[in-house]
């Protein structure tokens, strides 16, 4: 599973990003909460890659991001008091939208490593 987080970053310029990483941790990405990459950062061993799988993961992280930061802001509505049915309009993910997705993701694509040696 992979590891993802909703940080403020600037709380004067009121946005937040997410962060966000591969099960391994060779890949870390930090994205808007719409999943734009911010910043991506790459271990010199997934250089190797087929350039289309390694673009095909940043893009599923950058994707995964996203719906975990929705996940949040619908979060962060309820606890405000927003009623379901202004929830269900929003169009935020729920956490089962969440979930399901990224079952599908890990069903779907191969991210196992390609080696699991590292360059040290």
């Known amino acids: 599973m992979t590891e993802a987080g909703v940080s403020s970053d600037s709380a ?3 946005w937040a990003s997410v962060t ?5 941790g060779s890949i870390k ?13 790459v271990d010199a061993a997934e250089l190797h890659r087929d350039p289309a799988q390694l673009a095909g993961e940043v893009l599923r992280l950058c994707q995964r991001a996203a719906a975990r930061a929705g996940l949040a802001k619908r979060k ?10 202004m929830l269900a309009r929003t ?7 969440v979930a399901r997705q990224e ?3 890990e069903q779907d ?4 490593p390609q ?6």
């Open 91 to 97: 169009g935020l993910p729920t956490e089962a939208d």
């Open 29 to 41: 990405l930090r994205t808007t909460e719409q999943g734009i990459p911010l910043a991506v950062k």
């Open 109 to 112: 694509y191969d991210t196992e």
């Open 103 to 105: 079952i599908v993701e």
């Open 76 to 85: 962060e509505y309820e606890e405000a008091g927003m009623s379901p049915e």
């Open 12 to 14: 004067e310029q009121g």
């Open 115 to 120: 080696s699991w040696l590292r360059t040290l």
């Open 20 to 24: 966000i990483a591969n099960p391994y």
